[in-house]
């Protein structure tokens, strides 16, 4: 399976109104930031925040973190003039939000210069339906859960298991691997001074088998990094299912045993990438952001 080898634990929120918040952001430990003109910004600040957000993408400062443009729904009166300026302002990848099918995508895409990359909110149920066309689409490297506006229009409780979501948070991650290299990012915790919470949906997304979490405060940006980076004793466990296979494999054996597990090239393709992950945020955090 084809994996970024760009970190995305922490993929932080920033209202596109908020100077300030943009400002902090070039200093946080955040592995992409997701500068945003929908939902986090009200209607008459739109046309500011356009222009607040062209102007911080063209000072720059945000290093090696992803640099993620959420506009409006190119339905709404401002998704077209979010495209219009700032199509070209040096952001990594466009999301784009309440997307039913891909023929959402196709709209987008035909605004955009070719090799722009589009990301996808997964937030409506039709797009849960969809979610392999979606992710397969030739222009889509990343998925997105909005789990808020997913509960919202399921009606659902909000459960700290979040049991009414699984089936939509694992066809995301489902729609995200059969496409291969699409990334797929969690929906954001909403007590975001509630560290305790927070920690455990990381956790959960994680082996549910996302790259990271959307967040919404700076709070909460060292919890996803730890919880998304492979601990030590898991990459411990994945170079002795390598060295342990390769000895195998030259005693012309096809399986190796470790820790009274069975270890099969299968374990080694996942071990592999569990070490290039590791190496990709050692070296994010090496050389600073
Ligand atoms: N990104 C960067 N910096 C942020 C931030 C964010 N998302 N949220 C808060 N900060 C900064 C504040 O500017 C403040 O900086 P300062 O102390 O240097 O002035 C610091 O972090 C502490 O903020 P705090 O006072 O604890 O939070 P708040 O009450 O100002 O804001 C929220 C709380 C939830 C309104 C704010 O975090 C926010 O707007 N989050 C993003 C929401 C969003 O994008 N939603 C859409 C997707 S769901
Ligand atoms: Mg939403």
Same mark, same amino acid.
């Given at each position: 399976?084809?994996?970024?080898?760009?970190?995305?634990?922490?993929?932080?929120?920033?209202?596109?109104?908020?100077?300030?918040?943009? &400002?902090?952001? =070039? %200093?946080?430990?955040?592995?992409?930031?997701?500068?945003?003109?929908?939902?986090?910004?009200?209607?008459?600040?739109?046309?500011?925040?356009? &222009?607040?957000?062209?102007?911080?993408?063209?000072?720059?400062?945000?290093? =090696?973190?992803?640099?993620?443009?959420?506009?409006?729904?190119?339905?709404?009166?401002?998704?077209?003039?979010?495209?219009?300026?700032? =199509?070209?302002?040096?952001?990594?990848?466009?999301?784009?939000?309440?997307?039913?099918?891909?023929?959402?995508?196709?709209?987008?895409?035909?605004?955009? $210069?070719?090799?722009? $990359?589009?990301?996808?909110?997964?937030?409506?149920?039709?797009?849960?339906?969809?979610?392999?066309?979606?992710?397969?689409?030739?222009?889509?490297?990343?998925?997105?859960?909005?789990?808020?506006?997913?509960?919202?229009?399921? %009606?659902?409780?909000?459960?700290?298991?979040?049991?009414?979501?699984?089936?939509?948070?694992?066809?995301?991650?489902?729609?995200?691997?059969?496409?291969? %290299?699409?990334?797929?990012?969690?929906?954001?915790?909403?007590?975001?001074?509630?560290?305790?919470?927070?920690?455990? &949906?990381?956790?959960?997304?994680?082996?549910?088998?996302?790259? %990271?979490?959307?967040?919404?405060?700076?709070?909460?940006?060292?919890?996803?990094?730890?919880?998304?980076?492979?601990?030590? &004793?898991?990459?411990?466990?994945?170079? =002795?299912?390598?060295?342990?296979?390769?000895?195998?494999?030259?005693?012309?054996?096809?399986?190796?045993?470790?820790?009274?597990?069975?270890?099969?090239?299968?374990?080694?393709?996942?071990?592999?990438?569990?070490?290039?992950?590791?190496?990709?945020?050692?070296?994010?955090?090496?050389?600073?952001?």
């Amino acid at each position: 399976m084809e994996m970024t080898t760009q970190p995305f634990r922490s993929v932080l929120y920033i209202p596109g109104s908020n100077q300030r918040a943009l &400002e902090k952001a =070039r %200093g946080l430990a955040a592995d992409a930031i997701l500068f945003d003109l929908e939902d986090a910004v009200a209607p008459e600040a739109k046309a500011e925040a356009r &222009e607040t957000l062209a102007r911080a993408l063209a000072d720059g400062g945000y290093g =090696r973190r992803t640099k993620v443009l959420r506009i409006n729904a190119l339905t709404t009166p401002w998704g077209n003039d979010d495209v219009r300026v700032l =199509r070209g302002a040096g952001a990594d990848a466009i999301l784009l939000p309440k997307v039913n099918s891909p023929t959402d995508v196709d709209a987008l895409a035909d605004l955009l $210069p070719s090799e722009m $990359p589009v990301w996808v909110m997964m937030e409506t149920p039709a797009s849960i339906f969809e979610a392999r066309a979606i992710a397969a689409h030739g222009r889509v490297t990343g998925l997105v859960a909005g789990t808020n506006d997913l509960a919202k229009d399921l %009606g659902c409780r909000a459960r700290p298991d979040r049991l009414p979501l699984m089936g939509a948070l694992q066809t995301i991650v489902l729609a995200a691997r059969a496409a291969r %290299g699409v990334v797929a990012i969690d929906g954001v915790y909403n007590r975001f001074r509630d560290e305790e919470g927070l920690r455990a &949906e990381c956790a959960q997304g994680r082996d549910l088998g996302f790259e %990271g979490k959307t967040l919404i405060h700076p709070a909460q940006i060292d919890i996803a990094n730890a919880a998304f980076a492979p601990a030590p &004793e898991e990459i411990e466990l994945a170079r =002795r299912h390598i060295a342990a296979f390769e000895e195998s494999q030259a005693a012309g054996q096809g399986v190796a045993v470790v820790d009274g597990q069975i270890v099969e090239n299968l374990h080694v393709v996942a071990a592999r990438r569990i070490l290039a992950r590791a190496d990709a945020i050692a070296g994010m955090e090496a050389q600073g952001r």
